[in-house]
């Protein structure tokens, strides 16, 4: 005899989908020509000048003769303004004409490092048997953030082990052999593909080197002073 089952529910709700943390920027998008252009960072440069001055759009029209519509168009980069009109804002801005081309010709720095010449240097783990190697610096910048990049190596085994507290967020990524690392008064076993992002401000550092050579990257970044 067929035995009887019981009816699935018809309005049974699929699982949740896992969700995605939200991100404020698209790490992937590229930036428009007109984000770009030469007339943009022209008037990005004088509502900049125009505000630190504490004037509004129509003040800076009546010290420059020029129409309220005008200069709008000038600071939203929808025109290109005449060497005449620009001596006439820079006069009423007390600003540099050069000034206004800042933001177009300002350099985004990149370095290189190539492989065995990443810079070795000592911090207080380097007497455990820590080796630490500095994958590059970018120093002041245009983002306002600091990012020291290091690949760290475990060799040898100590009997202390040095923790850090500093200011910053903290990644690491695990790249071969297996540590645990203490956060605060938590442990983490992390193996070679683990990861570990932390505020840097509790204490931290290795705990066991539970298999060596062990080899992990430390991106730290923190605000520009």
């Known amino acids: ?35 770009r252009n030469l007339e943009t960072a022209i008037g990005r440069e004088v509502r900049t000048f125009r505000r630190s001055q504490g004037m509004t759009v129509a003040d800076l029209a009546q010290a420059t003769g020029l129409s309220i519509g005008m200069l709008s168009k000038i600071e939203n980069g929808l025109t290109s303004p005449s060497l005449t009109t620009l001596q006439i804002l820079s006069h009423a801005l007390s600003a540099p004409l050069t000034a206004f081309f800042r933001r177009y010709e300002e350099r985004r720095e990149v370095q290189h490092v190539r492989a065995g010449e990443h810079l070795e240097i000592e911090r207080r783990g380097t007497r ?10 970018i120093g002041s ?7 020291e990049p290091y690949l760290i190596t ?15 967020i903290e ?6 052999g297996e540590v645990t690392y203490r956060h605060g008064d938590q442990l983490f076993h992390l193996k070679p593909g683990d990861s570990l992002l932390f505020d840097a401000d509790a204490r931290h550092g290795p ?4 298999q060596l050579p062990a080899r992990y990257l430390s991106v730290i970044s923190y605000p520009q002073s």
């Open 128 to 137: 455990a048997g820590h080796q630490y190697h500095l994958l590059g610096h």
């Open 154 to 168: 475990l060799t040898g085994q100590s009997d202390t082990f040095p923790t850090f507290q500093h200011d910053g």
């Open 171 to 176: 990644l690491l990524y695990m790249l071969e």
């Open 141 to 147: 910048n245009t983002s306002g953030v600091v990012v």
């Open 207 to 210: 705990e066991e080197l539970n």
């Open 1 to 35: 005899m067929p035995q009887d089952h019981e009816p699935e529910p018809e309005d049974a709700a699929p699982a949740p989908a896992r969700q995605k943390p939200g991100l404020t920027q698209d790490p992937h998008r590229v930036r428009e020509l007109a984000e």
